[in-house]
T-cell receptor
């Protein structure tokens, strides 16, 4: 079974530029998560989708970050404009469904972003 | 959300058992205890979870204290591949979201 795919794996940009990350979850997984992991810290949830609807985006900096999952399958996370503090690893995860069953989350390898 | 406390780092020798502790004194009756680990340059991966009883799977064992205020992840024979950051996470069974709230975790070093 193929895992969660993410691209690109690495990205270097200058501050105020824009960047986009792509995630393809495990086939059939209804729930998709984007996490941000700053060096030395644990991952922090940015946004969560159930199919193509947003469940939780309370920690997404909406003035610069946006995400979509138009057809309920793959997803794109965008930052525009980027700041130095956005340097981090962006992790995508998916799970079979949302609630009630302590669903395991499966993580992709992440995209490492460096903002100069 | 209930909080967990873990040591920042631990060391182990290869092929010896490892006991990774986690304190969660404010755990509620509906919180499940989950463990994930993150190998270098990879995303986190699920290890094990439990509610009240001890649990075993092919990767590890989870021992839960009777009062549920602490738990221990047990790796029976550590290998070099087990060197990772181990996260102890509490998840509410009735939560409307499935999000994982990660702490700092315990960095496990395995010496040959």
């Amino acid at each position: 079974e193929a895992g969660v795919a993410q691209s690109p794996r690495y990205k270097i940009i200058e501050k105020r530029q824009s960047v986009a990350f792509w995630c393809n979850p495990i086939s059939g997984h209804a729930t998709l998560y984007w996490y941000q992991q700053i060096l030395g810290q644990g991952p922090k949830l940015l946004i969560q989708f159930q199919n193509n609807g947003v469940v939780d985006d309370s920690q997404l900096p909406k003035d610069r970050f946006s995400a979509e999952r138009l057809k309920g399958v793959d997803s794109t996370l965008k930052i525009q404009p980027a700041k130095l503090e956005d340097s981090a690893v962006y992790l995508c995860a998916s799970s079979w469904r949302l609630r009630g069953r302590q669903e395991t989350q499966y993580f992709g390898p992440g995209t490492r972003l460096l903002v100069l | 959300d209930a909080k967990t406390t873990q040591p920042n780092s631990m060391e182990s020798n290869e092929e010896e058992p490892v006991h990774l502790p986690c304190n969660h004194s404010t755990i509620s009756g509906t919180d499940y205890i989950h463990w994930y680990r993150q190998l270098p340059s990879q995303g986190p991966e699920y290890v094990i979870h439990g509610l009240t009883s001890n649990v075993n799977n092919r990767m590890a064992s989870l021992a839960i204290a009777e009062d549920r205020k602490s738990s221990t992840l047990i790796l029976h024979r550590a290998t070099l591949r087990d060197a990772a950051v181990y996260y102890c996470i509490l998840r509410v069974s009735s939560s409307n979201t499935g999000k994982l709230i990660f702490g700092q975790g315990t960095t496990l070093q395995v010496k040959p």
